[in-house]
């Protein structure tokens, strides 16, 4: 296609991912006038193309005045497939060596970023239909797999595997999404088990001291109950 009807073509692409991925969102027309979001994607296709055609600084230029206007800083070279949105918008960051899959869906904060100063592939490549919550950073040439979900507030420093949810800091795997029938299956908390397993061995050496001498029992718990209650105040 030549590049006015690509344009506008993707632009109707991007006004639909919008629409079908924020409910608040009622019409093509609201999208096209409200969503920062979008106005700063809009805006970097074009930049994007006028990079592509050499003219480097006009590209810097526009995607620097986007970022004004939307709170959005997305490289001219970053490379954005179809049907992709970004929530709301203010304070995201797509760095210049980013690549981004088809369908996915970005929320405010969120920073694709180098850890490297050398001029090689430095930022993320996110496959199809990855979800990023509020305020995650991910940083480095990582790999986030396709249908992957990166948690709000998640710090992503090692590639993900696809159909996989990543929560904390630094990010971890907390379930996968069986693609087969779109089910979520949780996996184990290791650190959660060891915790718990803690709790009911003292529950049962409290038992055992209670039935040998309820008074050494008593005076243990006397000893220990102000500093278990300081920890958990
Ligand atoms: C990661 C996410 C996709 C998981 O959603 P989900 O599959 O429905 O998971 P749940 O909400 O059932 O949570 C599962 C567990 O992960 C924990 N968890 C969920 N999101 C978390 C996060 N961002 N950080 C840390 N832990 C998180 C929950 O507390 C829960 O732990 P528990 O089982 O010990 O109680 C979702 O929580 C998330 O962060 N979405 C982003 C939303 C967002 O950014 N909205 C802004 C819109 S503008």
Redo the contacts with the bound molecule.
């Keep these: 296609m030549t590049w006015p009807a690509g344009w506008i073509a993707e632009v109707r692409d991007d006004l639909d991912a919008a629409q079908r991925r924020d409910p608040a969102a009622r019409s093509r027309l609201e999208v096209l006038l409200t969503y920062p979001g979008v106005h700063a994607l809009l805006l970097h296709r074009i930049s994007h193309r006028i990079d592509a055609a050499g003219w480097h600084l006009t590209a810097r230029v526009m995607s620097h005045a986007a970022r004004m206007l939307t709170g959005v800083e997305i490289h001219p070279r970053a490379q954005i497939g179809h049907d992709f949105f970004i929530?709301?918008g203010m304070g995201v960051v797509i760095g210049e060596t980013t690549i981004i899959g088809n369908g996915c869906h970005l929320?405010?904060g969120v920073t694709l970023g180098g850890t490297s100063t050398r001029r090689e592939k430095r930022h993320p490549t996110l496959e199809d239909n990855v979800?990023i919550?509020?305020g995650a950073k991910i940083i480095g040439a990582v790999t986030i797999g396709e249908g992957a979900?990166?948690?709000?507030?998640?710090v992503v420093v090692s590639s993900v595997p696809a159909g996989a949810?990543v929560?904390?800091v630094p990010g971890h795997i907390?379930?996968y999404t069986n693609r087969t029938n779109e089910t979520?299956e949780?996996l184990p908390?290791p650190e959660?088990d060891r915790i718990d397993a803690l709790e009911r061995r003292i529950a049962t050496l409290e038992a055992q001291l209670t039935a040998q001498s309820p008074d050494v029992r008593s005076a243990a718990v006397r000893d220990m109950e102000p500093r278990v209650e300081g920890l958990t105040r």
């Design positions: 929530d709301h929320t405010q979800m919550g509020a979900r990166i948690g709000a507030g998640s949810t929560v904390g907390i379930a979520v949780r908390d959660w």
